[in-house]
């Protein structure tokens, strides 16, 4: 039982852990370093799953040690700037929104005996299918949500507390921040469309398995 905490994988997502503590630490004294370690943390969520299957050391544990720490530095950050936005509502709804569709999905794969919730071969959705099937996919949409997230969170200034405001004033930069920003907002956008795809699929793989039950 020992050796499975300590596989390497593993040994990443407890730095993770560490590196998200000492970035929120410091969100308020200084952006920019938290905006570099939680990407840093963001990164090692692919190199971690990169030695998952090169050492052949994918567990259990490891899965839900990556999934609850992805699932709580993003609540974590979306919870920030809903105080430093108005209206703030707009990223608590993204933040029960990402977590009850991870939940959902996470909860009806253990009730169909699946070793994995990324496993939504029998679905009938194109999307999900996309977005599970094809690594470079799921990257760009996942990326481009975090990456979002900090530009949002390093323009974010007590000067204007409007999302629309700034946002408008994120188009007024350079050509390249500009096309970095409009692309993370196709993959954010694919992102939460997914997430509502994954929740409602997967609430009805619930459903089905309460009927079976029943009968």
Same mark, same amino acid.
């Given at each position: 039982m020992t050796s499975v905490y300590l596989y390497i994988p593993n040994i990443i997502g407890y730095f993770r852990i560490i590196i998200n503590f000492i970035a929120f630490a410091v969100c308020y004294s200084n952006k920019a370093l938290f905006a570099i370690l939680y990407f840093i943390s963001f990164v090692l969520d692919g190199v971690d799953g990169w030695f998952a299957r090169k050492f052949n050391q994918a567990s259990t @544990?490891? !899965?839900?040690l990556d999934m609850v720490t992805d699932r709580v530095s993003t609540a974590c950050l979306l919870a920030l700037l809903s105080q430093f936005y108005r209206p703030g509502l707009i990223f608590l709804i993204l933040l029960g929104l990402d977590i009850t569709s991870h939940w959902f999905q =996470?909860?009806?794969?253990f009730l169909s005996g699946k070793t994995s919730h990324k496993d939504v071969k029998h679905t009938g959705n194109w999307l999900l299918k996309l977005y599970y099937g094809h690594r470079?996919? =799921? !990257? @760009? +949409? +996942?990326?481009s949500c975090e990456v979002?997230? %900090? %530009?949002?969170f390093l323009f974010a200034n007590e000067k204007s507390t409007s999302l629309l405001s700034v946002c408008r004033g994120i188009l007024n930069q350079s050509p390249l921040i500009v096309l970095v920003f409009i692309s993370t907002l196709v993959g954010w956008a694919v992102k939460q469309v997914t997430n509502v795809i994954q929740m409602k699929t997967a609430a009805d793989a619930c459903v089905v398995y309460d009927l079976k039950r029943s009968k």
């Open positions: @544990f490891g !899965a839900v =996470m909860y009806s794969s470079p996919f =799921m !990257a @760009f +949409c +996942c990326v979002l997230y %900090i %530009i949002l």
